[in-house]
């Protein structure tokens, strides 16, 4: 199957289960707000480690409800519905969790520049400053000398530099995007093979998240903006950053109406290729 050829199933299959749409939303991120609850402990000073709770109960229900995603996609791609019953079955459920688990420590290490990077920067940021290395006119004025003594221009170059190692984990997110819907058809080996096609078709379906990217990269770009002139203004009286209240909310409002509806979209463009190998190799059989 060509990558055009699944965008094309992965679209028409979409526009048929849009009344199951909501439905399926709205599950889904009921599903993954559960392992979220434990964060209500911090509102409680005495219980706030009790907010750990989240990592087991990460672990043991998003991966479990990502691959039976995954069988739901493969049903709504069959001809039968988003929202099947087949969804809450606890069969395999271990089996479920322990693949999420393998898959989680690839992630690990895929995303292992940027968890770098950030812990790097945090401890500049927020750690015990060092005069001249780690202060926060020491680190305006690296900042500022990146830029070629254009502040502004240093915090873009900065923060394309820190988004760039994302790169290895992107990667690693289209390299694995048909694993899951392999194990859905109970063929884990389909994607043998194939991962080129996968990694195409996974590009492919970054297109429906285009019109989210460019509200949210306005609404930051913006915001970055204030920031760099906070920067440029600081006096002796100290440094004042500007609450990114308004931009947050620019964002969270823009997943919910530009991405969050097309997220199935995406995920269907995968599950379409990994389908239309299983049936070439059936026919090539």
């Not at 849009?18 to 993954?32: A, M, T």
């Not at 709504?76 to 019953?85: D, H, I, Q, Y």
Request: hydrophobic share 55%; glycine share 10%; with cysteine.
């Amino acid at each position: 199957m060509t990558v055009k050829q699944a965008a094309q199933q992965a679209r028409t299959t979409y526009k048929g289960h849009v009344s199951e749409l909501f439905d399926f939303l709205l599950l889904q991120v009921i599903l993954r707000l559960i392992p979220l609850t434990p964060l209500l402990f911090l509102l409680t000073p005495g219980l706030k480690i009790l907010a750990l709770l989240c990592v087991p109960l990460f672990l043991l229900v998003v991966p479990f409800v990502r691959e039976k995603t995954a069988g739901a996609l493969q049903s709504a791609l069959a001809g039968g519905s988003m929202n099947s019953r087949d969804f809450v079955n606890m069969e395999g459920y271990w089996k479920c969790v322990w693949n999420g688990l393998k898959k989680g420590v690839l992630f690990l290490l895929w995303a292992s520049p940027f968890i770098g990077v950030t812990i790097w920067g945090y401890r500049v940021l927020f750690g015990n400053a060092v005069v001249g290395q780690t202060d926060v006119f020491s680190v305006i004025l690296a900042i500022s000398n990146l830029g070629g003594g254009d502040l502004f221009r240093g915090i873009v170059y900065a923060m394309l530099i820190y988004m760039a190692t994302l790169i290895p984990f992107c990667f690693g997110l289209a390299f694995h995007s048909g694993d899951r819907h392999a194990l859905a058809l109970g063929n884990r080996g389909l994607v043998k093979g194939h991962r080129k096609g996968i990694l195409l078709v996974w590009l492919r379906s970054l297109v429906p998240c285009i019109p989210f990217a460019v509200v949210a990269g306005a609404a930051l770009g913006q915001y970055m903006m204030s920031v760099a002139k906070a920067l440029n203004q600081i006096s002796g009286k100290g440094l004042s950053i500007p609450m990114p209240t308004t931009t947050l909310l620019i964002v969270l409002a823009a997943f919910v109406v530009l991405l969050l509806p097309v997220i199935p979209l995406k995920s269907l463009y995968t599950a379409a290729m990994v389908r239309g190998i299983r049936e070439e190799e059936k026919h090539e059989a």
